[in-house]
């Protein structure tokens, strides 16, 4: 029997006010977000957050998605903040996969209404750039050329700085590469795009590549459009595909020679924040971070708007105060 034909099981109560959950009424539940997630083109990754933001649900109540209603959806929101005491961001995420897969429950035709739509998601705080500044940024250019693979490091942190990812630089191929850009084709939420790259990334870039030719074992794949293109040193993985553990590990050493508190993502953040700076149209740079929400790329050009707003009172008070004009 296909998934679509098998009916919503009922609930029934026992004495005591009591509900016992009926005869295969969980893996039935189960089944329907097995659905929606195979109705999905959803990034691996994706999929495993949606599949564990709807577990969260399951877990907490035996309630079918028939008899689920608005008071529920309201009853689970406060099991999250104050029983699992999620942050507001958590608890926002996992409402927002309880109402995507609630909408597309009725849009399917398996229940009458969306209960969820009465039910508004925690408000946050808008999002700032988290960038570093170019004191930061010098000091870990340093720190990676002392490393035991500079060539190799200082092309990572270089591409980091272009505003990719971690798991987006692990994921690139040698084909993705075209001396001048990089064509990113495993990204975040569809993401995808082309970055074009800076000469002295191109140099960092063409120097680890030159590098590799000449080390035995690193250029296992050798460069073919599918081959990594950047590749693994440890020695029981040397000539492989570097892994997100690579560059956090990585980042980790960074972090102890520096001295600064700071993660890989941070770069997308001084990327974003940079473009900004430099005057590039704000729609041209949310293209090429590859961002798809207004909203969010908001971050950026309001830490560019407090930046310039900060420069042009100081240029003005040079000429003279502008708050007691008779000093």
């Known amino acids: 029997m296909p998934l679509r034909d098998i009916p919503e099981p009922k609930l029934i109560t026992l004495d005591g006010g009591k509900i016992a959950p009926p005869l295969e009424s969980v893996d039935i539940r189960e089944l ?29 109540s035996n309630i079918s998605w028939v008899e689920l209603a608005p008071r529920d959806v309201a009853q689970f929101k406060d099991f999250l903040i104050y029983k699992k005491k999620l942050a507001p961001a958590s608890v926002r995420r996992v409402l927002g996969t309880l109402k995507n897969f609630s909408n597309w429950m009725f849009r399917s035709g398996y229940v009458k209404s969306d209960p969820t739509i009465a039910v508004d998601l925690p408000k946050l705080k808008e999002p700032g750039a988290n960038n570093l500044n170019d004191k930061i940024v010098a000091d870990i250019f340093a ?83 599918e081959a990594p293109l950047f590749t693994s040193c440890s020695w029981r993985n040397k000539g492989e595909r570097i892994t997100y553990d690579t560059i956090n590990k990585f980042c980790l050493q960074l972090k102890k020679e520096t001295g600064h508190n700071f993660h890989a993502h941070q770069f997308r953040h001084t990327f974003g924040t940079n473009l900004i700076m430099a005057g590039i149209n704000p729609y041209h740079a949310m293209t090429l971070m590859r961002h798809k929400s207004v909203s969010n790329f908001r971050r950026y050009t309001k830490a560019a708007d407090s930046k310039a707003a900060i420069k042009e009172f100081h240029g003005a008070s040079q000429k003279g105060s502008i708050l007691r004009p008779e000093l």
């Open 32 to 60: 329907r977000v097995k659905e929606f997630l195979q109705a999905r083109s959803l990034a691996p990754k994706t999929e495993k957050a949606y599949r564990q933001d709807l577990k969260y649900f399951l877990e907490w």
């Open 143 to 225: 720190a990676a050329s002392e490393t035991s693979y500079p060539e190799r490091n200082l092309a990572i942190v270089g591409v980091l700085l272009h505003g990719l990812r971690a798991s987006e630089v692990c994921s690139l191929n040698f084909g993705d590469y075209d001396g001048e850009c990089l064509e990113v084709k495993v990204a975040k939420a569809g993401s995808a795009g082309t970055v074009p790259l800076e000469q002295w990334c191109l140099d960092l870039i063409e120097n680890y590549l030159n590098w590799r030719r000449q080390m035995p074992g690193f250029n296992k794949g050798g460069e073919t459009s």
